[in-house]
């Protein structure tokens, strides 16, 4: 039987976001494929950080090296690194260590069962990745665009800028990406309390959500 080692992370730093979900739907996936979970690592730290800059990444790496680790289970290739040069230095290390990773969300396995490499996925990641980085660039900048519009007409109508707790209110595609986890469970049918467990936000965070949003 194969040992195993999971890796979680979010970027929130406060309780808006949790990792329990990856190790749930991880630990899972291990149960199904006949893995023994040696350890599992969590980490709250903003995606924008450096994988150097990531204690508790750096940790697991090198526990996995240390204990003769054959997997390394991860929730998506974006858990590796802020960027496609760095999710890829991970899989580096990782080939010259002859630790297999699997990334869940993406289907990918460094080697398959046969123990051969992927020979197809440095450019599955390069292209993944590329289209997730340009998405996050877009994202912010209509968040952007959208503050800077709300702004500038708060400005023209009342002499304010409309931000701070006077009024302002976050744009929408912002809390989807802020709370894509909550929304996502809400999605697959799971009750408010559960959720809000699962997520770290309260039942009140949730209902809210599942309202704004039409869940």
Request: glycine share 8%; net charge positive.
């Amino acid at each position: 039987m194969d040992n195993a080692v999971i890796y979680a992370r979010v970027s929130s730093t406060g309780d808006r976001q949790s990792t329990v979900r990856q190790v749930l739907d991880l630990s899972e996936y291990a149960t199904r494929n006949g893995l023994t979970v040696q350890q599992t690592f969590e980490e709250h730290i903003s995606g924008a950080k450096r994988n150097a800059d990531r204690p508790v990444l750096t940790e697991c790496l090198d526990y996995c090296r240390d204990n003769g680790t054959d997997i390394l289970l991860v929730s998506e290739l974006s858990r590796l690194g802020r960027n496609v040069d760095e999710v890829l230095s991970s899989i580096r290390w990782a080939k010259d260590n002859r630790l297999n990773i699997f990334l869940q969300k993406e289907g990918l396995h460094i080697y398959g069962p046969d123990g051969k490499e992927n020979p197809y996925l440095t450019i599955m990641i390069a292209v993944l990745g590329t289209a997730a980085q340009l998405e996050r660039e877009n994202i912010s900048f209509r968040l952007q665009s959208g503050r800077r519009r709300y702004v500038e007409r708060n400005m023209a109508l009342t002499g304010k800028s409309g931000l701070g707790r006077e009024g302002y209110r976050k744009p929408k595609e912002q809390k989807a990406e802020e709370y894509k986890e909550t929304l996502k469970l809400l999605r697959k049918g799971y009750p408010y309390r559960k959720v809000a467990r699962l997520c770290g936000v309260s039942e009140s965070t949730v209902k809210r959500l599942k309202k704004e949003f039409a869940i």
